[in-house]
């Protein structure tokens, strides 16, 4: 069976969860969402990262043990990622001893390859990333090229792994493996900088003692990138394990094109000393401002969260517009209004008018069941709008994959436009010709709900219950399609709409209620 298994990274927990740790974890939901739809065998991961001199610090400014401070914000990504529908198997902490363990056994087996020495690291760090930095990486030789704000200079023992020694063997499998950096812009970024000389790592610090200590030396923490990037095999157990052969390589890292040198050149260069296979695809999205300024804990009009979007319109409404407005791989701005505006167009028209009309019209026209399709009027054809949908799913652009299944909502409702089933219906004779138009439209409405079952997972359930399928299940459907696939003489549910229109009044009080929460 094929395996699929995807990861995001892991969060802080210095800061709470906002919209651009909401994007990476839904996206990589709809991605576990389609894979376990197709039938794949799918292990999704997520987690916390909570070591590390930016934790420790963070709790020492909140009176808090870093434990404390990780415990209260790990319960807050739980309660989100539960009201978001987030479909994760397993959380994996950095502060288990199951990580603890496979990350000391790393550390060892790069001991072993004789790709770690003791020296000293002088230079230029940046806590807020955790990251190293060469004066030619600063802006104006002291500012954090990611944060813009002053980086520390630190001198101190340090154990170093041998990256430059990997470099040619890491470009070269950039040229075996094209796909290993997804989307292709940022695959050749990543080549430029490998490309500049890959410089050895400092991968322990002895100035704070939040960490891992190395298991060959107590007066060194593991560098906590090292630590972290582990998480990815420590929670399948550790090379070795059954969960290990199982999952790993994972298909999928998904991240934030922030990190993506320590996921396309540490992380790898780290497998290879230790003799374990590549991941096989780094897939990077983008950044999401709001009102076009950086989301940061000192902005508090940026700290859009997602909790108080999904009270008051629903977690599909928000998982749509995020997978919906941009492509994975580019920045998006994001606004209440746009939010709102997308929501009127898409969920509460396109989609929301053509299940409602449909089922409207089957309850006035057909008693209210589901009538039978006649094989002497023609239909709509979707197989071409659905081998799409699956192409656009399989090159993870989820954005490409809701528009295309957009233009089957659309021509549904063309479909029904312009056959006018009311007209029809004044004439007795006519039953057979309309019972195949409610037939037709209610079938595609069955594979609009499977198709948008990743990304919009409650709605799936509520449009499948309306057609009168008691126990909703998502299986992703295959080409030719059927079209019978619901049973005639299912009762269909008309019942309220799906996205009630929000109007001007009610966009300016939900703009002004969200507004208020983030201050
Ligand atoms: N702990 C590291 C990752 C270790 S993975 C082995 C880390 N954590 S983080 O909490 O800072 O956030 C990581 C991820 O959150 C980013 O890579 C990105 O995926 C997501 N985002 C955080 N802010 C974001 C936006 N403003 N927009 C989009 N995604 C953002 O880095």
């Known amino acids: 069976m094929t395996t699929f298994y995807i990861t995001t990274p892991i969060y802080y927990v210095n800061d709470v969860p906002h919209l651009g740790t909401a994007y990476t974890t839904i996206a990589a939901d709809v991605l576990a969402r389609y894979h376990r739809a197709q039938g794949h065998d799918t292990w999704f991961l997520t987690g916390t990262d909570e070591h590390g001199q930016k934790i420790e610090q963070t709790a020492k400014e909140q009176n808090k043990t870093p434990l404390d401070l ?34 000391a056994d790393i550390w060892n087996r790069l001991v072993d390859a004789g790709d770690i020495y003791l020296g000293e690291y002088k230079g230029s760090y940046c806590i807020r990333c955790e ?54 812009s940022y695959k050749n970024e ?213 528009e295309t299944i957009w233009a089957i909502i659309r021509k549904t409702n063309r479909y029904i436009d312009s056959n006018k089933p009311w007209t029809l219906a004044k004439d007795p004779t006519n039953q057979d010709t309309v019972n195949h138009i409610m037939s037709t439209a209610l079938n595609t409405l069955y594979y609009v709900a499977q198709l948008i079952a990743p990304v919009l997972p409650d709605t799936s359930i509520t449009i499948q219950n309306k057609l009168g399928i008691e126990h909703p299940t998502v299986s992703w459907p295959q080409t030719p399609l059927s079209s019978h696939a619901i049973e005639s003489n299912n009762t269909i549910e008309c019942g309220s709409p799906l996205f009630p229109r929000i109007d001007q009044t009610r966009k300016e009080d939900l703009i002004a209620i969200w507004s208020n929460e983030s201050k």
């Open 70 to 103: 990780a415990n209260t914000v790990v319960n807050r990504f739980e309660t989100t990622w539960k009201n978001l529908n987030i479909t994760h198997n397993d959380f994996i902490r950095t502060t288990q001893d199951r990580h603890k363990t496979v990350v």
């Open 131 to 184: 990251s190293f930095y060469t004066e030619g990486q600063l802006i104006d030789k002291k500012l954090c090229p990611i944060h813009n704000s002053e980086i520390s200079r630190i001198s101190e023992s340090s154990y170093f792994f041998r990256l430059s020694k990997y470099q040619d063997r890491l470009l070269e499998h950039f040229n075996n493996y094209p796909d290993f950096v997804q989307p292709e």
């Open 190 to 402: 990543i080549i430029s900088f490998i490309k500049t000389g890959l410089r050895d790592l400092s991968i322990s610090r002895t100035s704070f003692q939040w960490g891992i200590t190395t298991p060959t030396d107590d007066k060194h923490v593991i560098y906590v990138w090292l630590d972290a990037l582990t998480n990815y095999i420590s929670a399948l157990g550790g090379p070795g394990t059954d969960a290990y052969k199982q999952f790993w390589p994972a298909q999928i890292h998904l991240i934030g094109k922030d990190i993506l040198r320590f996921h396309a050149v540490y992380w790898p260069c780290f497998l290879f000393a230790t003799n374990l296979p590549l991941p096989k695809t780094i897939l990077t999205h983008g950044w999401w401002n709001v009102r076009g300024k950086k989301i940061s804990k000192s902005l508090p009009a940026t700290q859009v969260d997602p909790n108080h979007i999904v009270s008051e319109l629903s977690s599909d409404a928000l998982r749509y517009f995020l997978l919906r407005e941009i492509p994975l791989g580019l920045d998006g701005d994001f606004s209440y209004e746009t939010l709102i505006d997308r929501y009127n167009a898409d969920l509460a028209n396109d989609l929301g008018n053509l299940l409602q009309r449909t089922l409207s019209m089957t309850v006035k026209f057909c008693d209210g069941s589901v009538p039978l399709p006649s094989n002497h009027l023609p239909s709509i054809s979707l197989d071409e709008e659905i081998n799409q949908t699956t192409k656009h799913f399989d090159n993870n652009a989820p954005s490409l994959a809701l």
